[in-house]
């Protein structure tokens, strides 16, 4: 039988009230400059980089601290070369035939099409998976809580570290993304929840001359 919880001394330093607000506007700027890029250049990036954005993804909280992330980077260029085909297949199905014309003219602006060769050009493709439940040696399945909320968070940490470093990333999600787990050879607990391509941006790249909604469009404020 389990004992009582555990605890320990929380790490933290409360800084100077006039630090909070520098650091919180510091932040901003850095994340404010953050694009989505689809043009990457094939200029390697070290794997040490990458292990290093994903132990910041795995601090991310999680329904019952169960964790229910599982990063698959991909590096190897026949692997990457496996998944551009099989996303292209099914992207030239959803522009053709799967997606309505809502969707296709919501996507117009960022003049988005079938063809994806970064994910063939990208040093790195990180595929990120929710693990529906867990399983322990004995073979018995642990339900994990609030999965994919879970995943989202530690997805958002990912991208946010990726571009602190200096890279650049892409937030890829063909669907359906069944594939991966064949490719990747993953295992049926696992669901694909996102592709993120990462590395850094060609020296030209462009990106949509598109602009992100105000404060006043995404925050409501409830004070006394």
Not at 94 to 108: G, N, S, T, V
Not at 121 to 131: C, Q
Not at 164 to 179: E, N, Y
Not at 184 to 199: I, S, Y
């Amino acid at each position: 039988m389990e004992g009582p919880p555990r605890f320990v001394p929380l790490d933290y330093t409360r800084p100077a009230e006039a630090d909070v607000l520098r650091r919180a506007r510091a932040f901003y700027e850095l994340v404010n400059r953050r694009r989505t890029v689809r043009q990457f250049s094939d200029r390697p990036v070290p794997r040490e980089v990458i292990e290093w954005c994903l132990r910041a993804a795995g601090t991310a909280p999680s329904g019952a601290n169960l964790q229910p992330w599982r990063f698959v980077a991909v590096g190897d260029p026949a692997i990457k070369a496996r998944i551009r085909a099989a996303a292209e297949e099914e992207e030239r199905e959803f522009y053709a035939r799967r997606a309505p014309k809502e969707w296709l003219d919501a996507l117009a602006p960022l003049g988005t099409d079938a063809s994806k060769p970064f994910l063939a050009r990208a040093p790195w493709l990180i595929a990120i998976f929710s693990e529906a439940y867990g399983v322990l040696e004995d073979g018995r399945k642990v339900k994990h809580y609030y999965a994919l909320e879970s995943v989202g968070i530690a997805t958002g940490l990912l991208i946010a570290a990726v571009h602190h470093a200096g890279l650049a990333s892409l937030t890829h999600t063909p669907s359906p993304m069944g594939f991966l787990n064949e490719i990747l050879e993953r295992p049926v607990n696992e669901k694909p929840f996102l592709l993120l391509v990462v590395g850094y941006p060609e020296h030209d790249a462009t990106v949509p001359a598109i602009s992100r909604k105000p404060i006043e469009e995404i925050a409501v404020w409830k004070t006394a």
